[in-house]
Nanobody, 130 residues
């Protein structure tokens, strides 16, 4: 059973930056997994933020394009989400998720849809406030 652990959340002022990490445990084929980042604010549905495909490409939802960047280090079984110019509306619990199904691993451009991902971390809180 793949286990994912997020870290790096915290409180930041608007315009600030955070880097989230998602570490996978006991995995030797991390590069064969598509990784997604998602967030859920209070009272709202979980939404996709970004993803990293098995082909090395990344995809972002419009609201974070130009501000967020996802990159992975397969040798460390870790994926990062660099978040710059944070806005109050970015505040949420952020989750990473992984999947190695045929659907997600054959997408050259990944799709950050929650229902495509099987394994989930516990989440890390990101708060943006002055």
């Amino acid at each position: 059973q793949l286990q994912l652990v997020e870290s790096g959340g915290g409180l930041v002022q608007p315009g600030g930056s955070l880097r989230l990490s998602c570490a996978a445990s006991e995995l030797t084929s991390f590069g064969h997994y598509a990784i997604g980042w998602f967030r859920q604010a209070p009272g709202k549905e979980r939404e996709g933020v970004s993803c990293s495909s098995t082909y090395g490409s990344a995809n972002y939802v419009d609201s974070v394009k130009g501000r967020f960047a996802v990159f992975r280090d397969n040798s460390k079984n870790t994926v990062y989400l660099q978040m710059d110019n944070l806005k109050p509306e970015d505040a949420a619990v952020y989750f990473c998720a992984a999947d190695n199904s045929l659907i997600t691993t054959t997408q050259s451009i990944c799709d950050p849809l929650p229902n495509l991902y099987r394994y989930w971390g516990q989440g890390t809180q990101v708060s943006v406030s002055s």
